[in-house]
């Protein structure tokens, strides 16, 4: 339960420096579409810590529910790839990142499954 409290917390903490160096540092720097792919980087970021943060919770009542940990593992993998990839796009202007980030939409989407799963088993 603390790790993913701790990996949820330092992921939000990271996702709002980010967010800020995005505003203010990049506003000049960066090309309105690359500013707003880093900015959907950031949006992603935010919203999967929050949900890092809600696994930390749900341990509390379901310990023995391993799909949850499970399902905060692939929110954090769908964090690095999707976010991270975003990041290094509108950054590098390289697109061969691009590929990249479909893959961490996949683990977003089979986290939150893995999480539904683990709490229906509980139901």
């Known amino acids: 339960m603390k790790l993913f409290a701790m990996l949820g917390a330092i992921n939000m903490a990271l996702g709002v420096i980010l967010g ?61 790839l999707f976010s991270g990839s975003l990041y290094l796009l509108a950054l590098s202007g390289n697109k061969v990142f691009g590929p990249i980030t479909p893959v961490g939409g996949a683990c977003f989407i089979l986290g939150w499954l893995w999480i539904f799963w683990a709490m229906l088993k509980e139901f």
């Open 20 to 80: 800020a160096f995005g505003a203010h540092g990049l506003k000049a720097k960066l090309s309105s579409e690359m500013l707003a792919v880093f900015q959907t980087g950031v949006q992603y970021q935010i919203y999967h810590a929050l949900g890092l943060l809600m696994v930390a919770a749900l341990l509390i009542p379901y310990p023995q529910a391993a799909g949850l940990r499970t399902g905060g593992w692939l929110l954090l993998a769908g964090t690095i």
